[in-house]
């Protein structure tokens, strides 16, 4: 499962649109170190070689979280059995293998009975649940195996409280090593439900536990591992629910179980330990549960459209080595999957463009011929799979956008979103790309050369609809002029003010753009009157607004995407209407708070 809350019974409630009730989900993100953490695993399968490219194939956690009529006819969360894990596995093997789709992952509850209720053997390791998976996870693995596949399996950070015994349960191949000497003493919680003893690896037996977890895991097979609820994140922060040794520990355990295995932590994990995640996994979820946990799989708003605004932040970290999760893409079932066909092309072409791992939640058994076609498209599937690095907003993160990224022979991956709830057109800028003229474009949905086309390309699109291009340049490349924000030339307003800034290209920005605080930028000199499309650098932890005007008329008010800390420059292009001769350019923070700038480029022609 994913962000689930699997100490809560399930049908506990929800509240909140970001905060999915969740029953156990994959690792998530943990914070600083409290105690020391173990080295880096060191086996013949390094992360690279692992997570060389984002792992494609199916997950269980969809259909076991929805209440769509049928999936779960025994209670919350009973469609998690060896039998539907199985069918699964032979569908795939049938229909979808063949496009590189290769991980069974089996979510939350494995070890659990229909009421909740888990099973452990006797050194406190979770336990097939008999009920569920009758011939044990070891079968369930061989069987994946037969089919050409790989098996992933899924546990929670920490000792689960069931399993802590009064201190007295042994730990396997320790002597005498028990429950009471891996947990703290005053048995704090830990994980995004607080379901778990956190674990004190400042004893040796707390290690010696989560080796032998991490050898049951490998003996019985597995390839891929999920560890959820990580910290901080999974919705919570400080000591307690910091779990960086956790995650360090299981690379550790993972090397020395000499099984290669793929180690993805989850949910919603923290950006400032990405540096801790991308040492210790293989791969990290970004955000919460993308199910909607109703009556559908997923709806588009609870919580697929969340995804726009929270990978930019994150696109930097994701490489070969490591990916940013974005969750289960559910994209082939039709009306199980609760979304329009818009919907569902834009919701695989954002995972597609931002390289994330393409594993589907949909009953392979029942998919319909636009679900297949968007799962087995191959061009899209190889620009995911491919050299290309993950695309990000070229415009800001206003209801029509356009994301990029360059590929290796000098293309553009395109691709244009509108998601507003009405039909609007979405217009891709060459110059904004950084080239001028002519570009030949490719619809890589519909396998159709579109022709040249001069400058840009327009599209209508309808509400919450997308396209996916491949741009190739037959221009020239764009010139332009750039103004840095500290130039003394430059107006600064209310409380903005210039500071240090090692990563800006003079090294220095303006920021305390808040309150009504205004950067306007004077003598910006252009030949001829037109709309410029004005590349604006700037640093923003998270999302923030501005208000942009020219000549002091009236303004458009954007939406810069998050940059992933205070730290780090990244540019989107914004739309501005120049007059031939001197200008101005105003940044206006409105009453909310606005990015730091650090310059901002001109082209030399509109």
């Known amino acids: 499962m994913r962000s689930s809350s699997y100490s809560v019974m399930p049908g506990a409630a929800r509240s909140g649109r970001r905060t999915t009730l969740r029953v156990l989900v994959v690792l998530a993100f943990s914070a600083g170190l409290v105690t020391t953490v173990p080295a880096a695993r060191a086996d013949t399968a390094t992360p690279t070689e692992?997570?060389?490219?984002?792992?494609?194939?199916?997950?269980?956690?969809?259909?076991?979280?929805?209440?769509?009529?049928?999936?779960?006819?025994?209670?919350?969360?009973?469609?998690?059995?060896?039998?539907?894990?199985?069918?699964?596995?032979?569908?795939?093997a049938s229909k979808l293998k063949q496009y590189g789709y290769e991980y069974v992952n089996i979510d939350a509850g494995w070890w659990r009975d229909k009421s909740w209720r888990p099973e452990f053997d006797e050194n406190a390791r979770q336990k097939a649940d008999p009920d569920r998976f009758p011939h044990g996870m070891k079968s369930v693995a061989d069987h994946i195996h037969a089919k050409g596949l790989k098996a992933g399996i899924y546990l929670p950070a920490g000792l689960e409280k069931e399993a802590y015994g009064e201190g007295k349960t042994p730990v396997?191949?320790?002597?005498?090593?028990?429950?009471?000497?891996?947990?703290?003493?005053?048995?704090?919680?830990?994980?995004?439900?607080?379901?778990?003893?956190?674990?004190d690896f400042s004893k040796p037996?707390?290690?010696?536990?989560?080796?032998?977890?991490?050898?049951?895991?490998?003996?019985?097979?597995?390839?891929?591992?999920?560890?959820?609820?990580?910290?901080?994140?999974?919705?919570?922060?400080?000591?307690q629910y910091d779990n960086v040794a956790d995650v360090a520990a299981w690379n550790k355990a993972i090397a020395a179980a000499g099984r290669p295995v793929h180690l993805e932590i989850s949910w919603s994990l923290d950006i400032g330990h990405a540096a801790d995640w991308k040492k210790?996994?293989?791969?990290?979820?970004?955000?919460?549960?993308?199910?909607?946990?109703?009556?559908?799989?997923?709806?588009?708003?609870?919580?697929?459209?969340?995804?726009?605004?929270d990978a930019p932040g994150w696109t930097r970290h994701a490489g070969p080595g490591g990916w940013n999760d974005l969750d289960s893409l559910d994209v082939g079932n039709g009306e199980m999957d609760g979304l329009t066909k818009a919907e569902r092309q834009s919701y695989a072409t954002l995972w597609a463009i931002a390289k994330s791992p393409l594993y589907?939640?949909?009953?392979?058994?029942?998919?319909?011929?636009?679900?297949?076609?968007?799962?087995?498209?191959?061009?899209?599937?190889?620009?995911?799979?491919?050299?290309?690095?993950?695309?990000r907003p070229l415009t800001p993160s206003d209801p029509q956008q356009v994301w990029a990224a360059k590929n290796p022979n000098g293309s553009y991956t395109v691709a244009l979103f509108n998601l507003s709830d009405a039909p609007a057109s979405v217009t891709a800028d060459w110059t904004s790309l950084g080239f001028t003229g002519r570009a030949d474009v490719r619809d890589l949905w519909n396998h159709e050369n579109l022709g040249t086309y001069k400058n840009k390309v327009t599209q209508a699109l309808p509400a919450h609809g997308s396209r996916l291009f491949t741009v190739t340049p037959n221009g020239a490349a764009v010139t332009w002029k750039g103004y840095e924000a500290e130039a003394p030339a430059n107006t600064l307003s209310g409380n903005?003010?210039?500071?240090?800034?090692?990563?800006?290209?003079?090294?220095?920005?303006?920021?305390?753009?808040?309150?009504?605080?205004?950067?306007?930028?004077?003598?910006?000199?252009?030949?001829?009157?037109?709309?410029?499309?004005?590349?604006?650098?700037?640093?923003?932890?998270?999302?923030?607004?501005?208000?942009?005007?020219?000549?002091?008329?009236?303004?458009?008010r954007h939406t810069?995407?998050?940059?992933?800390?205070?730290?780090?420059?990244?540019?989107?292009?914004?739309?501005?209407?120049?007059?031939?001769?001197?200008?101005?350019?105003?940044?206006d923070s409105g009453s909310g708070y606005a990015p730091d700038i650090d310059r901002i480029d001109v082209p030399k022609s509109s």
């Open 50 to 92: 692992l997570a060389a490219k984002p792992y494609m194939g199916w997950s269980s956690w969809s259909m076991q979280s929805s209440k769509y009529p049928g999936l779960n006819p025994d209670g919350d969360y009973s469609y998690l059995t060896e039998a539907n894990v199985l069918q699964q596995t032979d569908a795939m």
């Open 496 to 556: 903005a003010s210039v500071g240090d800034c090692g990563a800006c290209s003079g090294d220095h920005k303006v920021g305390n753009l808040y309150g009504g605080g205004e950067l306007r930028f004077n003598d910006i000199d252009v030949d001829k009157a037109g709309t410029y499309m004005v590349k604006v650098a700037y640093i923003s932890g998270d999302a923030r607004s501005a208000d942009v005007s020219a000549n002091g008329n009236g303004a458009t």
């Open 172 to 199: 396997a191949n320790t002597g005498d090593c028990t429950t009471a000497d891996i947990v703290y003493s005053d048995l704090r919680t830990t994980n995004g439900w607080d379901s778990a003893y956190k674990l």
């Open 360 to 391: 589907t939640g949909d009953d392979l058994t029942r998919l319909d011929s636009y679900g297949v076609s968007l799962l087995t498209n191959r061009e899209v599937i190889a620009l995911n799979q491919g050299s290309t690095p993950p695309a």
């Open 280 to 309: 210790y996994s293989d791969g990290w979820r970004i955000d919460t549960d993308v199910e909607c946990y109703c009556n559908t799989l997923v709806s588009w708003e609870n919580s697929v459209d969340d995804r726009w605004d």
């Open 205 to 239: 037996c707390a290690q010696k536990y989560v080796d032998s977890q991490a050898r049951l895991v490998a003996d019985w097979g597995y390839d891929f591992l999920k560890l959820d609820g990580v910290g901080p994140g999974s919705g919570k922060s400080g000591d």
């Open 560 to 587: 810069f995407p998050s940059t992933g800390d205070w730290g780090s420059v990244e540019t989107v292009s914004v739309p501005v209407t120049l007059k031939a001769g001197s200008n101005t350019i105003t940044f």
